[in-house]
């Protein structure tokens, strides 16, 4: 074999065993999350596969010697797949209070009927440590009158640095309070979050359907996030569109559960591909996924006030030190709205 074929041959080696490398690390941390013993799995699956990566470096050349190893890698990683593909996602798990219940929708006209909307009141647990408790379960069916859908608001909430936050979708009526949706994991009782678990069929998919005076201030006064509020440059027929959008979304994933994903089926992308339906037009942006940035992109292409510069309506928009200052029994929806410029 001449020098440049032996080139080409360990060329191609590394790009396969870099390639097979990350499929194993996937594969072992799928394991580790979801594996029944992970450990006994962990270890059988990654002996197999690094087994079938020394024997195909040990075989080639010629090509043809490696087919053992390549069949060793073919049996393991297709045994995981195989399992991998058999793990659906549930509606009937022990749910943490707040994700008890999932809404539902039904439209007569210009009647919007949604039913488990949450309006829960909270209070922080004692010793202040950012830890939400119940102070009253309430879950409420309401109507609406789309004919008097009036406009669409953003809240982002911000707990850890500027490029990350939590997305909640505010629909604003004429004559009503408004609707707050948000899209989140279906935490399990004593279920903590993790970023990495969702990457690996960790949480079902969830939408949650809320008052402000609940959703807003849970992240403004008990877990004293940094939340903005931004208002949308939306006509009233884009904002109708917009909850029957919602309705649908709700009304499917109330008759078959999906999987959260941290980067594919998040607060922000189920909320994006949404509006993409209203909006084909809009452009996918990395800001997208950068949710604390996704204000930026929204004032680029106008969505916002572009009358003041950026920064000004950043500021504008921070709602936290409003929302802790209102009096009980004040209007909260109307009080943190007070400042924040209109499109």
Not at 55 to 80: D, E, H, T
Request: hydrophobic share 50%; charged share 20%.
């Amino acid at each position: 074999m001449g020098r440049a074929a032996r080139l080409l041959t360990r060329a191609v080696l590394l790009l396969a065993t870099a390639a097979l490398l990350l499929l194993a690390l996937w594969g072992v941390l799928a394991l580790c999350y979801r594996a029944p013993y992970p450990f006994a799995f962990v270890t059988v699956f990654g002996l197999l596969a690094l087994t079938g990566i020394v024997l195909l470096w040990r075989a080639v050349p010629p090509f043809s010697a490696a087919l053992p190893a390549l069949g060793l890698l073919a049996v393991s990683f297709g045994a995981l797949f195989v399992w991998w593909s058999t793990i659906e996602p549930r509606a009937d798990r022990v749910w943490a209070a707040p994700l008890a219940r999932s809404p539902s929708v039904s439209i007569d006209g210009d009647r919007y009927t949604i039913q488990n909307v949450r309006n829960f009141r909270w209070r922080a647990k004692p010793g202040g440590d950012n830890t939400e408790e119940i102070a009253e379960e309430r879950w409420e069916t309401r109507t609406y009158d789309l004919g008097k859908a009036a406009g669409v608001d953003l809240f982002f909430s911000y707990w850890t640095g500027p490029l990350i936050a939590h997305l909640l979708v505010s629909v604003t009526f004429d004559e009503a309070p408004p609707l707050t949706f948000s899209i989140e994991i279906r935490r399990e009782r004593d279920e903590v979050y993790s970023a990495l678990a969702g990457f690996f069929k960790s949480y079902e998919l969830a939408i949650v359907a809320a008052d402000e005076r609940d959703i807003v201030h849970l992240r403004t006064n008990v877990w004293r996030e940094d939340v903005r509020l931004y208002r949308l440059n939306v006509s009233r027929e884009s904002t109708r569109k917009l909850l029957v959008a919602y309705a649908a979304e709700i009304n499917a994933l109330a008759v078959t559960p999906r999987w959260y994903d941290t980067l594919g089926a998040n607060c922000t992308t189920v909320a994006f591909r949404l509006a993409r339906q209203l909006w084909p037009g809009l452009k996918p942006d990395w800001r997208i996924l950068a949710a604390g940035r996704a204000p930026d992109y929204a004032y680029d292409i106008g969505a916002v006030s572009t009358q003041i510069p950026l920064e000004e309506l950043k500021r504008r928009a921070a709602i936290s030190a409003i929302a802790r200052g209102l009096p009980e029994g004040a209007d909260f929806s109307a009080a943190i709205r007070a400042a924040v410029p209109a499109p």
